[in-house]
């Protein structure tokens, strides 16, 4: 199956590429600030108050510009470090209690201030005292209130990952599918029961899936092969109406997903393609790093005259859960073009 214009105008994300290595899992952080879009609202939020704050001491345009610049000097420069610092120590954050994290990140905001306040006095030296105090205070308290909304983000994870161990443990014992995957193994015991016993250990990685606590991501390499032994079941379901291509790049295998990625788009794909049709449906799964990007697409034919039925629900809790993950370096779309459904995705490498 031929998928590669279907979805082919994503615009490409541009990030450095960045190898991540598997280490000793620490729990997880109460805030993360190694996310693009974090940067970006923190950057513009801080902008904000510089653009405000200005107004309380000029006396016109110009010397409101004058002063914009000026504090905006000081006060970028400290917001990035202060976001590059507590990017670089989340892993050892990690591992200190909750409330003493957050402490970290607000005295973090204290030493962002007093940075501020140190290349504003080089920048414009003044007469008298330096507000050093007022100065790590405001730093203090603009930290408080990312960590604050960054806390919040970092519990919205919770939601989303109950609600897809749920949706998938629901599909996963749904009456019809597991009566249908034991009669399967029950009509190859006699025949086949190296065959037999196959499905039913693909069946129990299905639920050990489910069930493990994984932790907000996995690897796509481990998201590809529970997707494979999900097909291998509905392959001896279906037989020759189940045509199953893979297109894998191994160098896309490290990149990080939420659990119960694949599973649930590829089931749609077997749900809505090859359950209505007589002759069966084309199924491909492929993945593919393009420099600091991957692109992951689960591609399916369409019965002649059907629609996309469904109610979006597990393209919905995916589509959250990656923004969750990734924020605004995750993109997903899908379309229903010529007969061929695709949903694509693309995650940081």
Known sequence: MD??????????????TRERALARRAPPPQFDACHIGVVLRAVVGVEALVLVGALFTVSGWEDWLLQVALLSAAAQPATLGWLLVACSIKR????????????????????????????????????????????????????????????????????????ARLTELQSRI???????????????????????????????????????????????????????????????????????EWSIDP???????????LQPLVENAVKHGVEPSATGAQVKVSTQRRGGVVVIKVTNTVPAGQGRPGHGIAQDNVRERLRLLHDVEAQFRTVLKDGIYQVRLEVPA
């Open 3 to 16: 998928d590669s214009h279907i979805l082919s105008a994503f615009t490409e994300l541009s990030p450095e």
């Open 92 to 163: 050892p954050l990690a591992w200190l209690r909750r409330g003493l994290q957050q402490a970290v990140g607000v005295a973090l905001g204290g030493v962002a201030g007093l940075g501020a306040c140190a290349v504003l006095a080089l920048v414009k030296p003044v007469t008298g005292t330096m507000p050093w105090v007022a100065s790590a205070a405001a730093g203090a308290l603009v930290a408080a209130v990312l960590v604050a909304a960054l806390v919040l983000r970092a519990k919205g994870h919770m939601p989303a990952e109950t609600t």
């Open 174 to 244: 749904r009456p019809h599918f597991l009566f249908n995957t034991l009669n399967t193994a029950i009509a190859l015991v006699r025949d086949d029961p190296a065959r037999a016993e196959l499905i039913l250990e693909d069946l129990s990685d299905l639920f050990r899936s489910a069930l493990n606590d994984q932790g907000d991501a996995v690897t796509l390499e481990h998201e590809v092969a529970l997707a494979r032994s999900y097909l291998e079941i509905e392959q001896v379901r279906f037989g020759d109406r189940l045509q199953v």
């Open 251 to 261: 160098a896309a295998g490290m990149a990080r997903v939420p659990p119960l990625l």
